[in-house]
């Protein structure tokens, strides 16, 4: 069983910045991937960034040049650090985590970007 916990969401003013981090309950080298998807209100989930086990970023082009996803194997965390932050980067963003056999989710945090 995996366990994955966000945290460092809240409330920001545009402009500002955020760091998430993903606490996970096992060590994070076993997952090819790992990464951040966020869902706004009446939107379908959509992805962040991504970071594969040998720590190769991918982002949505909404997060290109503004967020950056980092892996921390001996935290077992994953982190995302959205600069920059605009009011349509409000949502709830996930953690998610895949192996060959399983994909699993945080229970999600809520960032808030409004002056």
């Known amino acids: 069983q995996v366990q994955l916990v966000e945290s460092g969401g809240g409330l920001v003013q545009p402009g500002g910045s955020l760091r998430l981090s993903c606490a996970a309950s096992?060590?994070?080298?076993?997952?090819?991937?790992m990464g951040w998807y966020r869902q706004a209100p009446g939107k379908e989930r959509e992805l962040v960034a991504t970071?594969?086990?040998?720590?190769?970023?991918n982002y949505a082009d909404s997060a290109q040049g503004r967020f950056t996803i980092s892996r921390d194997n001996a935290k077992n965390t994953v982190y995302l650090q959205m600069n920059s932050l605009k009011p349509e980067d409000t949502a709830v963003y996930y953690c998610?985590?895949?192996?060959?056999?399983?994909?699993?989710w945080g229970q999600g945090i809520q960032v808030t970007v409004s002056s």
């Open positions: 998610n985590a895949q192996t060959s056999s399983g994909n699993y």
């Open positions: 096992r060590n994070i080298f076993i997952f090819n991937l």
């Open positions: 970071s594969t086990r040998t720590m190769r970023p």
